[in-house]
């Protein structure tokens, strides 16, 4: 791999775009074939860095499909971190001191601007690198090693299982670094409360359960993944039993002292956790909030602005609620109507194997039936595929109920629409279609895929996100098959009002538990008292919420966003307003923070309103 700071210094002694700073008096107009320069070059320099950050990491080279290093893992130690912020401090250095912004064309500036910010936000940001839990009850390198080999370590050769037991033999080295973090977390006052660690320690202890680690008739998952992988690709049965004697040894050798090491820190530092459950708790813990509010929402809102507008959206849900319920003629109080909703089995499928594959049968129609809907919400479409699946029995009981993986850039691997089937009654039916629109089409599946295969941005944009932008857009996406004429059942519609209450309620709870001391408990409460999901819907929330502080805002705050910028533009522009247009401004750019979004939704307003064509391919 190149030297990429090496690099960076040849470059800009012959880039016209690195010619002179951005302090010169005079304004010089640049010709075309100077802007298509000077934008190439800076682009080739991005490209450049992704290169370098991508041979840093192994694990995300798997991710794209890339091989290179497919028997390592990523470097997890504080002296990665240390050299990153170097490596960032030069960047940013070079992205100020070096580059000619008047030089750039529109589309290049734009990648400039997020750049800079970017590089500026990761130095401010180091100081809270501590503030975090690296291993709790949704994630962490207990639940990653296993399900990064199931999802992404695919083996189409001999090589490739050859990494894989590398991999396993690697995992004592990536276990002991995070344990280093964890004693220097602990050190300056960071540490989870106390119902994380049940919970990690019992998803770890069910990686061990099983062969070769006991003298039990079932495979464990790890062995259970390698051997099937291996059924799967032409092998010599010598080679074979080869292969899984190594990865046997691997994981007595190595995966379970690891993972025996990591379990009895985690025993003993659970001795020493409080209930304290808000980042309040931290050392400058305020700050701290405040800095994570900003980056997630990408806005300036406060914790009581975002904790008020929760509280307004709340209101206005349940008075929609409340017109549901006088629709299909419910007698009683919108409480009685939750209870209704949560308890009657006609909402359910039933909790039996049967059950769950009609869960998911039915979830892949809604997506195949959106699918035929596209070409009315969209000028394009990703050419990745997208599926439906089920979340793995290794960790079913402690990740969420739904979520989304994209697709692999090479086309590899397609998007993958995940739904937890473990509570069938945390999955109510009359919840599938907005949870299958946000988690997959046209939710994250367009907005993710889509992102990838632009051809006009730096790779750190198409793999980057904002996450008021991404969980903003899956939001969004809840309610614009409405306008199409989907939930046409009403409880179906009473289900993505649900959904939509149920991020309303998160912008409540998670600032209610970090900025005003609320406690595990109360967030509970609040859920259980304002909304019909299942109590284990609420318990996963706050304690969502409590590990990952601020995570949930983005969700109504990007929703709001986009719903005010569609109304401007649909306000200002009248009948000429198209809705595939508005969608294309969202996503013709990938992720960017929402007052970038609110320029670019301007730009394309001020531009139809001028009769300029072709407005959208620019």
Not at 22 to 27: A, H, I, L, Q, V
Not at 121 to 131: A, E
Not at 316 to 344: S, W
């Amino acid at each position: 791999m190149k030297n990429v700071f090496h690099n960076c210094l040849i470059v800009a002694t012959v880039f016209l775009v690195f010619a002179c700073k951005n302090d010169s008096k005079e304004t010089k107009i640049y010709t075309p074939e100077e802007v298509a320069s000077a934008s190439k070059n800076l682009n080739d320099w991005f490209q450049d860095q992704w290169d370098a950050e991508i041979a840093l990491s192994p694990m995300f080279q798997t991710y794209l499909g890339d091989k290179t290093d497919y028997d390592k893992w990523d470097d997890m130690s504080n002296e990665a971190e240390v050299k990153e912020l170097e490596r960032t401090k030069m960047r940013l250095a070079f992205l100020k001191d070096s580059v000619n912004l008047s030089a750039l064309n529109e589309a290049t500036k734009l990648s400039y601007k997020l750049a800079l910010q970017q590089q500026e936000n990761g130095i401010s940001d180091y100081k809270y690198r501590l503030y975090n839990y690296p291993v709790n009850q949704m994630f962490g390198i207990h639940s990653e090693v296993p399900s990064f080999l199931i999802n992404m370590h695919q083996i189409t050769n001999k090589s490739d299982a050859e990494a894989y037991v590398s991999r396993l033999n690697g995992v004592t080295k990536i276990f002991d670094q995070v344990i280093d973090g964890l004693k220097e977390r602990e050190a300056a006052g960071i540490m989870p409360p106390k119902f994380v660690f049940p919970r990690a320690i019992e998803s770890s202890k069910n990686i061990l359960a099983g062969q070769p680690f006991d003298n039990s008739a079932k495979k464990s998952t790890l062995l259970t993944d390698f051997s099937s992988k291996l059924d799967k690709i032409e092998l010599s049965s010598e080679e074979k039993s080869a292969l899984i004697d190594n990865a046997k040894t691997a994981m007595l050798s190595a995966v379970k002292p690891a993972y025996t090491k990591l379990i009895s820190f985690l025993e003993d530092q659970a001795t020493r956790a409080t209930a304290d459950h808000g980042a309040w708790k931290f050392p400058d813990g305020g700050d701290y909030f405040n800095n994570a509010l900003a980056r997630t929402t990408t806005t300036d809102m406060t914790s009581d602005e975002i904790h008020e507008l929760g509280l307004s959206e709340v209101k206005r849900i349940h008075a929609e609620m409340n017109a549901i319920k006088e629709q299909v003629k419910f007698e009683g109080t919108l409480q009685d109507f939750f209870k209704f909703m949560k308890e009657d089995k006609q909402f359910y499928y039933p909790d039996t194997k049967q059950g769950r594959e009609d869960y998911m049968t039915e979830a892949t129609r809604m997506i195949d039936s959106m699918k035929t809907r596209l070409d009315e919400l969209f000028l394009r479409k990703p050419k990745a595929d997208m599926i439906v699946k089920a979340v793995e029995s290794f960790r079913e009981k402690s990740a969420g109920k739904a979520f989304y993986q994209p697709p692999a850039i090479d086309g590899s691997r397609p998007g993958t629409y995940y739904a937890n089937m473990y509570d069938i009654m945390a999955m109510p039916k009359y919840q599938m279609e907005a949870l299958a629109y946000h988690e997959g089409i046209p939710g994250h599946h367009m907005e993710r895929a889509m992102s990838q295969e632009l051809e006009n941005i730096p790779m750190f944009r198409k793999m980057g996100g904002y996450t008021a932008y991404t969980e903003g857009w899956g939001l969004y996406t809840e309610y614009i098959p409405k306008e199409m004429g989907f939930y046409s059942d009403p409880y179906s519609d009473f289900g993505r009002l649900a959904m939509e209450l149920w991020r309303a309620c998160r912008l409540v709870v998670d600032t209610g538990i970090h900025a005003k001391k609320w406690t595990r408990e109360e967030g509970i409460k609040y859920y259980a008292d304002n909304t019909p999901n299942a109590e284990s819907d609420a318990v996963k929330m706050v304690e969502r919420h409590i590990v990952m502080p601020s995570q949930a805002t983005a969700y109504k705050v990007g929703m709001n966003k986009i719903l005010e910028l569609r109304k401007m533009a649909t306000d200002a522009l009248g009948d000429e307003f198209d809705v595939r247009e508005f969608h294309d401004v969202v996503l013709v750019n990938g992720a960017v923070p929402l007052n970038v979004l609110e320029d670019m939704v301007n730009d394309y307003i001020t531009q139809k309103q001028k009769g300029q064509g072709d407005i959208l391919d620019k």
